[in-house]
């Protein structure tokens, strides 16, 4: 299945497409290109932050009213969107994977939020928080207009691990007993690797590719 049939059966889209229209006040095609800069800051500052769940965070001081910057916080987002469109647009360096990419954004915005936006004031954040931010917005963006043109730029993309992926993980890709499964919040950036080669490996027995597979897994398994 081709990243465009996904947008043309609308899988998992239909709601978030919706409210972006109604935020943008337009029903043009051009707002929903994937080269339109505020619909990627949209995808990734509003649906992605949210799917995030920040808010599962331990404050540092019990019942302390901190709040993370608002302002400092968009500043952060619009420059990790920018990145995510550059990857879109102009795809990777030379002598560098996917894998790599994501290490080295992951990593930057995991030092952005834990060295500011959240120091002081809740426990640092893993690297199974800060996929949901890029896994998720490089998920929206393949439903969005024009996403055929960069069809190559979503074949090697991870799936997002969610606790309906990781059921599936745990019962069909890596058996493990539910007492000694790890919640995608606290994954780390080894942890979080070896699960996305195990995925690849076993799909890749059907001839299948995670970042396709997995509208149709997370469908069955969030039933």
Same mark, same amino acid.
């Given at each position: 299945?081709?990243?465009?049939?996904?947008?043309?059966?609308?899988? !998992?889209?239909?709601? @978030? /497409?919706?409210?972006?229209?109604?935020?943008?006040?337009? +029903?043009?095609?051009? !707002?929903?290109? /994937?080269?339109? =800069? =505020?619909?990627? @800051? *949209? @995808?990734?500052?509003?649906?992605?932050?949210?799917?995030?769940? #920040?808010?599962?965070?331990?404050?540092?001081?019990?019942?302390?009213?901190?709040?993370?910057?608002?302002?400092?916080?968009?500043?952060?987002?619009?420059?990790?969107?920018?990145?995510?469109?550059?990857? /879109?647009?102009?795809?990777?360096?030379?002598?560098?994977?996917? =894998?790599?990419? +994501?290490?080295?954004? $992951?990593?930057?915005?995991?030092?952005?939020?834990?060295?500011?936006? #959240?120091? =002081?004031? *809740?426990?640092?954040?893993?690297?199974?928080?800060?996929?949901?931010?890029?896994?998720?917005?490089?998920? !929206?963006?393949?439903? $969005?207009?024009?996403?055929?043109?960069?069809?190559?730029?979503?074949?090697? $993309?991870?799936?997002?691990?969610?606790? *309906?992926?990781?059921?599936?993980?745990?019962? /069909?890709?890596?058996?493990?007993?539910?007492?000694?499964?790890?919640? &995608?919040?606290?994954?780390?950036?080894?942890?979080?690797?070896?699960?996305?080669?195990?995925?690849?490996? !076993? #799909?890749?027995?059907?001839?299948?590719?995670? @970042?396709?597979?997995? &509208?149709?897994?997370?469908?069955?398994?969030?039933?």
């Amino acid at each position: 299945m081709s990243i465009q049939a996904l947008a043309d059966k609308k899988i !998992y889209v239909d709601g @978030f /497409i919706e409210s972006y229209k109604k935020w943008y006040a337009e +029903h043009d095609n051009r !707002y929903l290109d /994937i080269e339109n =800069d =505020d619909l990627i @800051f *949209y @995808f990734f500052n509003e649906k992605a932050y949210a799917d995030m769940q #920040l808010r599962t965070l331990w404050k540092l001081k019990a019942n302390s009213n901190v709040a993370i910057d608002k302002k400092q916080r968009v500043e952060v987002m619009k420059w990790v969107s920018s990145e995510i469109k550059k990857y /879109i647009v102009f795809g990777l360096e030379d002598n560098t994977n996917f =894998d790599t990419w +994501h290490k080295s954004i $992951c990593r930057q915005i995991l030092e952005l939020f834990n060295e500011n936006l #959240l120091k =002081d004031k *809740y426990q640092p954040m893993d690297y199974g928080k800060v996929q949901k931010l890029v896994n998720v917005t490089l998920k !929206y963006l393949a439903t $969005c207009h024009n996403a055929e043109k960069y069809e190559s730029r979503f074949s090697d $993309c991870h799936m997002v691990l969610d606790k *309906y992926i990781l059921n599936w993980y745990y019962e /069909i890709v890596f058996p493990v007993k539910k007492s000694h499964r790890k919640a &995608w919040s606290f994954l780390t950036e080894s942890e979080y690797f070896e699960i996305q080669e195990n995925i690849k490996n !076993y #799909l890749a027995l059907y001839n299948k590719k995670p @970042f396709v597979e997995e &509208w149709s897994i997370f469908e069955e398994y969030k039933k």
